[in-house]
């Protein structure tokens, strides 16, 4: 009996001892509560991003992103993809253009365009304005194309339009047209902003049967775009800079044209970037219907309907998106400019609106100027071309930042300002010192010289009294 009793309250002591451990609040972790991602006391003093993407993203699209989760069958992210589809159209400004949203970074639009778009030894001619640039084509010599680059002959200067113009029309003159001719509308690398406009125009002209393709990772939203009006077949971008949407989707949007030169899904080399298996969910999201074929990144989804929802409330719309950040652009380069710093660009004229490039002020490097920055709250890109990455940093200047905080453009350029100033500081305390040491050393020879003729003039006046002794 006495056993029995024991037992039983030793299962009762076992018993609440596991009930207090599961009551028991978990410990707090660094990425929960008021203390946000990285471990900062709060959210007032973490450095703000200024990079070229990822970027600052607006309260309401994070808020977006850390909803509760969802089914992605569920209404409401039906209703999410399906506007968002919609809104791309907008942004694009293409009234039948076919937009795509598909979980992953904006590379996986290269593997998107060479899969569906072309066929393995098809010619493609790439506009090739740095080092992302090259990478695209090396994502098309994978699939087996035959790639020729116009490129520049200094890094930071826009390809020659005249190359390309040449380069298409002696393939059209010689039946080896190219099938696609790819340009990086910003290639971050170098910030180089491409001739859109022009090249379009001339790809139009020259070889009217060559698909137009944009590289917009860096460009798209910020950067003036008219997909219909220039005639554009195919733009790939990431979710993650002027859009204002965190990392992780790949948005891309496709002219009937081109998406009529989509080969049958058994054609093409690839699962995922099969355009052909997502363009039937494509079209039942936007018609609101809960269609599969892999699962989305809903809490995404609802973040980049938010986004495209705010950059379209800008006043003056698409127009006005474009505007602010040209304008933003202007006002940092004069700042520029005036503390004395130098663009990687050939000149402000060919620089992204949405990224500045500069070149390190004489004898600084990344060690002198990022981490004093982010000491200051503001977290830069160090250089990245493989010709010159040590020569210049990279600023990013696009989305929320430039249309809803510009007060914390105008606070980091004048820390930028103030690092550039402290480094001309030295400069002229060294040239301070270097003169007053040049000044010690001509006191010093001038006091030398003047005891030596002291000394002259002694040993002549004894020489003229030795004489006026002599001829008394």
Not at 24 to 42: A, D, F, K, V
Not at 67 to 91: C, N
Not at 265 to 281: C, D, E, G, H, V
Request: aromatic content about 6%; proline content about 5%; glycine content about 10%.
């Amino acid at each position: 009996m006495l056993r029995t009793c024991m037992l039983s309250a030793e299962r009762g002591l076992r018993a609440g001892m596991l009930l207090r451990k599961a009551l028991r609040p978990y410990p707090p972790s660094r990425g929960y509560g008021s203390q946000p991602i990285g471990g900062y006391q709060n959210e007032s003093v973490r450095p703000k991003l200024f990079i070229p993407g990822p970027v600052e993203f607006s309260p309401e699209v994070l808020q977006a992103a850390g909803s509760g989760a969802r089914a992605h069958t569920d209404s409401t992210l039906i209703e999410d993809f399906g506007k968002s589809i919609e809104l791309l159209r907008k942004v694009f400004l293409s009234s039948s253009a076919q937009p795509f949203i598909l979980s992953g970074s904006g590379v996986l639009g290269w593997d998107a365009v060479a899969c569906n778009l072309l066929q393995k030894g098809d010619r493609v001619l790439q506009v090739n304005s740095g080092f992302f640039s090259t990478r695209f084509e090396d994502a098309y010599k994978q699939y087996g194309m035959q790639v020729t680059s116009v490129a520049p002959k200094v890094v930071g200067a826009r390809p020659l339009n005249e190359e390309v113009e040449r380069e298409l029309e002696t393939a059209k003159n010689t039946s080896r047209p190219y099938k696609l001719i790819s340009i990086t509308g910003v290639d971050t690398s170098t910030g180089v902003l491409a001739d859109l406009r022009a090249l379009c125009h001339i790809a139009r002209i020259a070889s009217p049967d060559t698909l137009i393709v944009v590289d917009a990772v860096c460009s798209a939203a910020g950067e003036e775009l008219r997909m219909d009006e220039w005639g554009i077949d195919f733009v790939l971008t990431g979710s993650q800079k002027a859009i204002g949407v965190p990392p992780g989707l790949c948005v891309m949007i496709c002219s009937q044209r081109a998406l009529a030169r989509i080969p049958d899904k058994s054609a093409i080399p690839n699962y995922f970037a099969n355009l052909r298996s997502w363009l039937p969910i494509m079209e039942s999201y936007e018609g609101r219907k809960p269609s599969y074929f892999a699962t989305p990144a809903v809490n995404l989804v609802g973040a980049l309907r938010v986004g495209l929802e705010q950059l379209l409330e800008t006043p003056g719309g698409m127009e006005g998106y474009f505007k602010v950040h040209r304008e933003t652009k202007e006002k940092i380069h004069q700042k520029l400019s005036s503390a004395g710093l130098q663009l990687l660009t050939e000149s402000s004229n060919v620089s992204s609106n949405l990224l500045s490039c500069i070149r390190y002020p004489q004898g600084k490097s990344a060690a002198d100027i990022l981490p004093a920055m982010k000491q200051r709250g503001w977290i830069i890109a160090a250089g990245l071309h493989p010709a010159c990455a040590g020569e210049y940093f990279r600023v990013g200047h696009m989305g929320y930042s430039v249309t809803k905080r510009p007060e914390w453009i105008d606070k980091l350029l004048d820390d930028l300002r103030w690092k550039t100033r402290e480094g001309k500081r030295d400069e002229r305390r060294e040239e301070r010192e270097e003169a007053k040491r040049e000044g010690k050393g001509k006191q010093g020879r001038e006091r030398r010289r003047g005891n030596k003729e002291e000394e002259i003039g002694r040993s002549s006046a004894g020489g003229q009294a030795d004489e006026d002794e002599v001829s008394r």
